[in-house]
């Protein structure tokens, strides 16, 4: 493990400037970066820096915020700091889409069990999710999220992030260009951030499925019980996220599958049962963390230019 230890450790950020005609894509602007620094060090630096005032400085906002500031303008902020408290925050607070927080795999007594830990297996429910309703936009879904551990992301690291556009966690934010260049990371990076920081600018994207198909239940056996016909545009998750026991034992599908044709859509009293045996129900995959859209464009603009250099 040891060398194993010394290889990790030689592992650098990929800096922008170090990246072939890197610097042409970085701005030369002091005073842009400098007041990119102070956006950051106010709105960001609480979650997205592994440095850290003392407990007593820590206590005091303003002690705080000056901490942070003079933290942020000093030449070696970014010296070994991995850009993330690592701590868990509520999806309740965060906002991101919930499905990966929501994973039962570590939780007691499943697969992944022995490899989480006791805190983690105990964390109280983070609370309800009011989420958008694909079928009646009036009616939002109240989604309460149970404990045991689900409902909560840690902060991801900023580190080399004009390399990894899209953004969040399921990386669904911003352009997907599929171009590598460093001109093609930066394009992808620079409109991720505008969406991040502006999401008027979002697209509300809700993966839907793309031609007429059809869901066996139960899936894989020989003799399925239901053949539920799956129409054009019907979102992804709606199914993929179901509990296949509660959706088939709640109510008597065979009544409500025999009138639907492909083309007819799922609606109605079926669809309030797929929600109701949801494990997931939220379908709008690039929402959330609104965290520094209201500030002002300018601000939002140095902020984008400091972060590049990450």
Known sequence: MADAEAFLKTIQPMHLKDAPDGEKFLTQDEEVLKRGKLVFASTCAGCHSSKKPSA??????????KWYEESVLSSNFLDHNFLSDDQRYPVTLIGTNAARSLGTNAAKGHIWDQFSSKTYKELPSPGTLTLYNPFDRKKPIEFKIPDGGLGYYRTPSLVSIWATAPLLHNNTLGLYNEDPSVK????????????????????GIISRTDRDTKLELPPGDPNPRFKLPVPKGTPVNLLASINIREAITSLNLSSLFQDLKPGGGIKGKLA???????????????????????????????????VKTF
């Open 56 to 65: 007593a400085i820590a206590a005091d906002p303003e002690q705080a915020q």
């Open 184 to 203: 093609g990371r930066v394009e992808a990076y620079t409109d991720a951030m505008e969406k991040l920081l502006w999401p008027e600018k979002r697209e």
């Open 272 to 306: 309030r049962v797929l929600l109701r045996a949801n494990k997931s129900p939220d379908f709008v995959e690039d929402e959330g963390h609104y965290f520094g859209s209201n500030l002002p464009d300018e601000d939002k603009k140095a902020l984008i230019e400091f």
